[in-house]
């Protein structure tokens, strides 16, 4: 299968890129030659392309800079997904997009079901649900998978950050009150190339969702950094209300993954395992003596 891959740079895109299985080869457009800004060259570079199936990893991910910036994340996130979904529908070729947890309103603490209504609170989210909206309106073959809480080796994430902040201090606060599951970007690799197959074989189109489990809240998976990375650094738990930020976080980002397992056969990854792995990669899993 030839894979076409929006994205070259991010966490997920960089796992697609090492992670390609026997017999998928993949050739991914960065910003050069798709620029998300510009959705109509985007739409016009998957009408020319050799592909058997389309995933799309990039996107504008500055949740905070989103605030100030809505309209530009508007096209990056809503118009071009949109625009390249349309391309893709035109030559019936499967289109991957990947979403996230920030659409939905993060209200009670039921894990929220890919069908449930939708509310994002943030500008980001805002911009996400748009692109799911046109990704479906454009009616080709497709799977949207809702994912939360990325970390991998590359890029900027919460991992990473952790483990700076945690060799300079000998504490730092985070909250304690929003609730998610952290997802490994190789994890989601997977996910997408099991669902560009898929798709390409006739499997069925359709919002899911994909994350880590246990649920923890991102104090819990700081404590996981810290232990896992030998750091001494304390984590002393907050409310969201003690960590201002621009865009409002939802506190519940719990997700039902359940109906991805039922139509592909994908289950929910360990993000302990994924973890390991990472700091590992980065030389900073703590090997006791
Ligand atoms: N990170 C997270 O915690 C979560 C991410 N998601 C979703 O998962 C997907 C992958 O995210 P992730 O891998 O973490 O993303 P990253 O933040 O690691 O990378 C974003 C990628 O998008 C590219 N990009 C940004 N703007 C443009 C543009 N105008 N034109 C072309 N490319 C652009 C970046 O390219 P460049 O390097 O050139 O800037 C980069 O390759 C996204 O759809 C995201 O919304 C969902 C839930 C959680
Ligand atoms: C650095 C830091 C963050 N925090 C808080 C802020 C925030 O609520 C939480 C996570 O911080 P981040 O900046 O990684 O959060 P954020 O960028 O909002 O992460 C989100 O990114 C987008 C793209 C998604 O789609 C989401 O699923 C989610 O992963 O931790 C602390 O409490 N203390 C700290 O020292």
């Not at 891959?5 to 895109?13: D, N, P």
């Amino acid at each position: 299968m030839r894979l076409l891959l929006i994205g070259r740079t991010g966490q997920v895109a960089t796992e697609i890129l090492r992670r390609a299985p026997e017999g998928v080869a993949v050739t991914a457009l960065g910003r050069d030659v798709a620029d998300l800004s510009d959705p109509a060259a985007c739409a016009a570079a998957i009408a020319r392309a050799e592909a058997d199936a389309v995933v799309n990893a990039a996107a504008w991910t500055a949740v905070d800079r989103a605030e100030s910036e809505e309209e530009a994340a508007r096209v990056i996130n809503g118009e071009a997904p949109a625009a390249m979904a349309r391309a893709a529908a035109a030559r019936g070729l499967p289109f991957v997009h990947i979403s996230t947890d920030y659409v939905f309103d993060g209200l009670g603490t039921k894990p929220f079901a890919p069908e449930d209504p939708v509310a994002p609170q943030n500008a980001y989210g805002r911009s996400k649900l748009l692109g799911e909206q046109g990704v479906r309106q454009a009616g080709g073959p497709h799977v949207i998978l809702r994912t939360a809480w990325v970390f991998s080796a590359h890029g900027a994430n919460f991992v990473k950050t952790m483990l700076r902040l945690g060799r300079e201090r000998e504490a730092i606060t985070v909250v304690a009150d929003q609730i998610g599951g952290p997802t490994p970007a190789a994890a989601i690799a997977d996910a997408c190339f099991a669902l560009a197959q898929g798709l390409a074989q006739g499997g069925p189109s359709g919002t899911h969702h994909f994350c880590g489990a246990p649920e923890t809240s991102w104090a819990g998976f700081a404590e996981a950094i810290m232990a896992e990375a030998g750091l001494a650094c304390r984590v002393n738990p907050i409310p969201s209300s003690a960590y201002p930020t621009p865009a409002t976080r939802p506190l519940n980002s719990r997700m039902d993954c359940g109906s991805l397992h039922s139509a592909y056969g994908i289950a929910q990854p360990d993000w302990r395992d994924g973890l390991r792995n990472v700091l590992r990669e980065l030389g900073a899993l703590h090997a006791p003596a």
